[in-house]
């Protein structure tokens, strides 16, 4: 008899639990589930106008900036300060720059460009000519050099197409 009725109270319990666990689940249902849908929502809404205006920003930037155009000067081939002759340097390079005016002076002065450009190479030791912060330093002056004897515009870049040393 006293098993029957520790059995019945044990199921008695049994059911009260289960009843108590269907009330949570009812409540992390009705609550906890909105909750987390409304958080969803607001991130989405939070996310999506955060990265809009980075995006009209980079499309602003890209239209306002003009395409380089380029000017080849193909195979200068020189003799490095202090070589002597037993040492040369092979290079081609391209004339970077913004403005469509310019290309007719480029074509005119083509010859006055590359005296330049064999003056400032000529000038360099070996030693100056090595290394990616000479080459730095040596496009600064190529610009200078080349932009002093431009009237219609400017150069921007210089970009090496061609640098053997030998």
Known sequence: MAEKETKAN???KDQEESKKGGGMMKMVLFIGVPIL???IVI???VISKLSTPATEVVVEEEVAEKPLLLHKVE???INPAGSRGKRF???SLALGFTDETLVPEL???EVQIRDALINVFVSKTMQELDGVSQKDSLRVE???KCNMLLKGGELSEVFFTNFVMQ
Request: aromatic share 10%; net charge negative.
């Open 37 to 39: 849908l409304v958080q």
């Open 89 to 91: 340097l092979n290079t």
């Open 75 to 77: 195979d200068i081939i």
């Open 10 to 12: 044990a199921e008695a």
């Open 43 to 45: 991130g989405y809404f």
């Open 107 to 109: 074509v005119e002065k």
């Open 142 to 144: 190529i610009i200078r």
